[in-house]
């Protein structure tokens, strides 16, 4: 599947695409961005994903080039340059084929060297379209791996854990330390040992048919598919919680899953090498991952 690149603006091959030396996005991570998934070729969940986009630049006081109204145009009109996948990918859900990605970045901009954000000129604003990279079916069948690493999660103040900016270094260093044990995913916990997220996703537990996960105040960051999941799971009537959980929590429960744009709902069926649970992917899991598709089936089908 080709991919396509809009760089303020204009669509250009991804061999064409290039920003400066200079850019603060590239030099110091400053910079703001999304991950937008499709379905049947229509992104999910685009207003969510530009509100934290929006609410991201606020908290580091970067001024966005484009306004939502603008990123939502230029976002489609990106989507609509990606010709159709020749080939499927026959290790892929059905619900995954032929979709894509859209990642959304702005940075500040370049200028003279320095950390003072005034340096900065001509802001970038890009939107990446490529296929989506999601887990194979077997995995929601059978489940992933995921291990509790070293590397630790930053204290809230450190960097705002409420943005989502393009300074990813722990979460690069923690996801290579888990797939060096074979895990799928890496998770973290903060200073005091609780847990907070994943390098790349948010975490949830079920005891006894309840769902916990970790509160905002956790220091993490509000993923737009967790809201998603709490809200669909509420509304199920499931039982929720967001509490704080310990390494033990994780280890002792019935079942464990992780939610992000690309995986949706994604089955935890071993950590640190032992099963959790029974071993085998668990019902409550089963129904929220099904409540997700359900929606995702009704937005797409709204285009």
Not at 36 to 53: C, D, I, K, Q, S
Not at 71 to 98: C, F, S
Not at 193 to 199: H, L, P, Y
Not at 213 to 222: D, M, R, S, V
Request: glycine letters at 10%; hydrophobic letters at 45%.
């Amino acid at each position: 599947m080709t991919i396509v690149v809009n760089l303020n603006g204009t669509l250009v091959p991804p061999g064409e695409a290039a920003v400066s030396v200079f850019d603060r996005g590239f030099l110091y991570g400053d910079s703001v961005y999304e991950v937008v998934r499709t379905y049947r070729r229509n992104p999910f969940e685009l207003g969510a994903h530009l509100g934290r986009l929006g609410r991201s630049a606020e908290r580091l006081g970067l001024e966005l080039p484009w306004a939502a109204a603008r990123t939502r145009r230029e976002v489609l009109a990106t989507l609509e340059a990606v010709p159709p996948a020749e080939v499927a990918d026959a290790e892929a859900a059905p619900w995954n084929k032929g979709e894509l990605s859209l990642r959304i970045i702005m940075t500040r901009g370049s200028g003279e060297l320095g950390l003072d954000p005034a340096l900065a000129v001509d802001p970038r604003a890009i939107v990446i379209a490529s296929p989506l990279s999601a887990p194979p079916l077997a995995a929601y069948r059978a489940g992933v791996a995921c291990r509790i690493v070293g590397v630790r999660h930053e204290p809230p103040g450190t960097v705002d854990p409420g943005a989502k900016t393009g300074a990813h270094l722990a979460n690069v260093l923690a996801l290579q330390e888990a797939r060096a044990a074979g895990a799928h995913e890496a998770l973290l916990l903060d200073r005091g040992g609780a847990v907070t997220e994943g390098a790349s996703s948010n975490v949830f537990t079920v005891h006894e048919g309840a769902v916990r996960t970790p509160p905002l105040a956790a220091g993490i960051l509000a993923g737009v598919t967790r809201e998603l999941v709490l809200r669909l799971a509420r509304a199920g009537g499931v039982e929720v919680r967001e509490a704080p959980l310990l390494p033990g929590d994780l280890a002792s429960a019935d079942e464990l899953f992780i939610t992000s744009t690309a995986r949706e709902v994604l089955p935890v069926t071993a950590l640190d090498g032992r099963a959790v649970g029974s071993g085998r992917v668990g019902p409550v899991t089963t129904r929220l991952h099904a409540l997700l598709r359900a929606a995702a089936d009704r937005e797409a089908a709204a285009g």
